[in-house]
């Protein structure tokens, strides 16, 4: 049954948004599929992490008293327009909305609601939405605004409904390479340990030193060193009551050297961030760690391993698909509309649908990666 407007509420502190947990627990527990990126616990470790004053604007729906939808959204201020985007689009690769399930009606309910309160933004920016996820791509605004949709980068993963021996036989020949060589791997006293809640949280500094020695630390691209980026995993860690998210880490001689931490949900797995020490490239550890991860999470049931965002080599070759990630953009078709679009977002998402500069950018992408070893590889 269709839920009625006066069943609605917009959340504006983050405050009341901590009251939600319980029922947004619930919520979450319940929807399919399951995006751990619209749980409670990770949205407000990602509002705690902010660090651009963005104030919520969670529109929340409910059913004869239950809590039956939620768009955890939030508002900021860019070059004076205010901007309306997902509390967790800097930290997530799938976002949406969070529903009850088998509801497509709520999703366009929340989406009315916050069309309906334009009034208090500028230019919504739905960031990081797949189809597998979300239906955004599909909503159909009214007449006064206007949708802009980019595609972004895509999201490879390996499904199958094999079981693990069988994945080796059908699936990426990656697998088979990296399980021939592994028993050697750990003959030469290496050891691979996997952590989750305040165990996991306990060793972020361990993680962070990591990153510092990898690629990323060289190139400026770290982000769980201590300050906003650990802080936001470890609140994560700490409350993630589901054991949800896990921490993988590989160690030679009492020293930790590479990291992975996932997502593991009950039919998937989702690789959230990995690096190496580069001083130990040649191990092939990253490897290594990725292969048991995604073993113990086939044997417990998944049949799913996904590497989210991005284009990578080493992904594409470890995966059999890839979803679309686009960004969407919605504004009133008023000059301040057009404004916030071309001031801040036009012009970088119109070169993304240039072909021929896309091109270049991801040749340029592939010879950087094919001189630079990337984690995991």
């Not at 995006?35 to 059913?63: G, K, Y």
């Not at 809590?67 to 509390?87: D, K, Q, S």
């Not at 060589?181 to 306990?202: P, Q, Y």
């Not at 980026?229 to 589901?242: I, K, S, Y």
Request: charge should be positive; aromatic fraction near 10%.
């Amino acid at each position: 049954m269709p839920v009625a407007l006066t069943d609605l509420e917009i959340v504006r502190t983050a405050e009341a948004l901590s009251t939600l947990q319980p029922e947004w627990d619930e919520l979450y527990r319940r929807s399919e599929p399951r995006n751990p990126f619209l749980s409670h616990a990770w949205t407000l470790a990602c509002l705690a992490a902010d660090q651009r004053s963005a104030e919520p604007f969670v529109v929340t729906l409910r059913d004869g008293g239950g809590l039956v939808a939620v768009a955890p959204m939030c508002i900021e201020t860019r070059l004076g327009f205010r901007v309306l985007r997902f509390i967790a689009d800097d930290r997530s690769d799938y976002l949406g909305f969070l529903c009850a399930p088998q509801t497509p009606h709520l999703r366009r309910k929340l989406l009315d609601v916050l069309v309906r309160n334009s009034a208090h933004w500028d230019i919504a920016l739905f960031q990081q939405v797949t189809d597998a996820y979300s239906e955004l791509r599909t909503a159909v605004l009214p007449a006064g605004f206007r949708l802009h949709d980019v595609l972004w980068t895509t999201a490879p993963y390996c499904a199958s409904d094999s079981d693990w021996e069988s994945l080796h036989l059908e699936g990426p020949s990656w697998l088979k390479r990296t399980r021939k060589r592994l028993r050697r791997f750990l003959k030469d006293g290496w050891e691979i340990e996997r952590f989750t809640g305040s165990e996991a949280a306990a060793r972020l500094d361990e993680v962070s030193a990591i990153e510092a020695k990898s690629w990323k630390g060289r190139q400026g691209a770290a982000r769980l060193r201590p300050g906003s980026g650990q802080n936001l995993l470890r609140r994560a860690f700490e409350h993630d009551a589901a054991g949800e998210l896990e921490l993988w880490l590989a160690s030679i001689d009492g020293k930790s050297v590479a990291f992975q931490i996932d997502f593991l949900l009950p039919d998937r797995l989702w690789v959230y961030q990995q690096a190496y020490d580069e001083d130990f490239k040649r191990t092939s550890v990253g490897s290594f760690m990725a292969y048991l991860s995604f073993e113990a999470a086939w044997r417990a049931g998944a049949r799913e391993y996904d590497y989210l965002s991005g284009e990578e080599p080493y992904k594409l070759e470890r995966t059999n698909a890839s979803r679309a990630i686009h960004h969407l953009a919605a504004h009133r078709r008023t000059l301040r509309g057009w404004l916030a679009y071309g001031l801040l977002v036009g012009p970088r998402w119109r070169l993304r649908n240039v072909a021929a500069l896309r091109g270049i950018y991801k040749s340029a992408q592939s010879l950087n990666r094919w001189l630079r070893p990337q984690a995991g590889a």
